[in-house]
């Protein structure tokens, strides 16, 4: 089970802005722990997309960015494309696990 | 170019074993953590375990613990994961994925191998 939620679905019409929150607690967001983002296209694995809350790999497109306050994350997307239809997961560590990843619920883009 | 490539699906009965392989090439093995994270179909990441070439040191997720085995051999820059007492609800598809250090993010990650558990 995740301990960091996201919503199950966000939609958006081309070119429009959309978000993706993900809220945890004091023991993994909270507590400081990095945020980082993926993308999962349909049969493909994840990609990274955002690190350390806000930073892009080389290649990301800065159309996707990233925040972090106080318990929660969060995803923007704007200029919202056809090829932005696809999963998205946010992942961080938490202190009150053993071993101690965790991912998020994942959310679904839908471009409209 | 970093490359993490993993072995070919598996079908397995339940109450059996399943060992994973994970082949890194492009970067030095040693240096970076390895993580295993599934998917049941339709699902969401599960993050699994992770292990330090370097140092031996592992960490896995509470569920898994004692059902989980991660080993590896420096000299063919290979990491596997062997997971025991296969049930249905561990039909997924099995990823590998390196990080810096245990909890940071996972930069690159392997094609994935489906592991079906059936009678």
């Known amino acids: 089970q995740s301990v960091l939620t996201q919503p199950p679905s966000v939609s958006g019409a081309p070119g429009q802005r959309v978000t993706i929150s993900c809220t945890g607690s004091s023991s993994n967001i909270g507590a400081g722990y990095d945020v980082h983002w993926y993308q999962q296209l349909p049969g493909t694995a994840p990609k990274l997309l955002i690190y350390g809350n806000r930073n892009r790999p080389s290649g990301v497109p800065d159309r996707f960015s990233g925040s972090k306050s106080g318990t929660s994350a969060s995803l923007a997307i704007t200029g919202l494309q056809a090829e932005d239809e696809a999963d998205y997961y946010c992942?961080?560590?938490?202190?009150?696990?053993?071993?101690?990843?965790?991912f998020g619920t994942g959310t679904k883009v839908t471009v409209l | 170019q970093v490359q993490l490539v993993q072995s070919g699906a598996e079908l397995k009965k339940p109450g059996a074993s399943v060992k994973v392989s994970c082949k890194a090439s492009?970067?030095?093995?040693?240096?970076?953590?390895i993580n295993w994270v599934r998917q049941a179909t339709g699902q969401g990441l599960e993050w699994m375990a992770w292990m330090n070439p370097d140092n031996g040191h592992t960490g896995y997720a509470q569920k898994l613990q004692g059902r989980i085995t991660m080993t590896w051999n420096t000299s063919i820059s290979t990491a596997y994961m062997e997971l025991s007492s296969l049930r249905s609800e561990d039909t997924a598809v099995y990823y590998c994925?390196?990080?810096?250090?245990?909890?940071?993010?996972?930069?690159?990650w392997g094609q994935g191998t489906l592991v079906t558990v059936s009678s």
């Open positions: 492009g970067y030095t093995f040693t240096s970076y953590d």
């Open positions: 992942q961080s560590y938490d202190s009150s696990l053993s071993g101690s990843t965790v």
């Open positions: 994925a390196r990080a810096v250090v245990a909890g940071t993010e996972l930069d690159y």
